[in-house]
């Protein structure tokens, strides 16, 4: 799994260096297909292949008639892309998916259990703040939900 967090930077021409740590999972996880990289609503996702797969299947399972599920299904799929890690250790992150995240020369890597989160670091920043001021409001929601 992806923990931690690391601050890194892009370049002009978008490339992202992966610490090696999270290099060695997304091999693991991804098994021989490259990682796809998809759009949230305030941030990046970086999937590995296999977990992606996961995403899709989950996705076509879905009512197709229903114009939420097309929605949904048209903005995480025709926003998503495969970014191979290069020799380097890096990945291209496309102009649009850039622009989208807001993501200028700093950035943060966050690894969240299957994924990894790439953010702008003042977002990032404003994001964790506003959690702490909740987390105990969240962790009994958390909790809750987990009771089933």
């Keep these: 799994m992806f923990r931690g967090r690391h601050d890194h930077t892009i370049d002009k021409k978008g490339r992202l260096s992966i610490p090696s740590g999270f290099r060695m999972e997304i091999q693991r996880l991804g098994g021989d297909r490259p990682p796809i990289l998809s759009q949230q609503k305030d941030h990046l996702t970086l999937y590995p292949g296999l977990v992606w797969e996961e995403i899709e299947n989950e996705l076509i399972s879905k009512p197709t008639l229903l114009p939420d599920v097309q929605a949904y299904q048209r903005f995480v799929i025709a926003n998503a892309a495969e970014c191979p890690v290069d020799n380097q250790g890096r990945i291209l992150v496309p102009a649009h998916q850039r622009q989208d995240a807001k993501l200028e020369n700093k950035i943060t890597l966050a690894g ?19 959690t702490l001021s909740r987390i105990e409001e969240i962790q009994i929601s958390v909790d809750q939900s987990s009771m089933g």
Excluded at 112 to 130: D, G, R, T
């Design 112 to 130: 969240v259990l299957n994924k990894i989160e790439i953010w702008n670091v003042k977002l990032f920043e404003q994001v964790q703040q506003m």
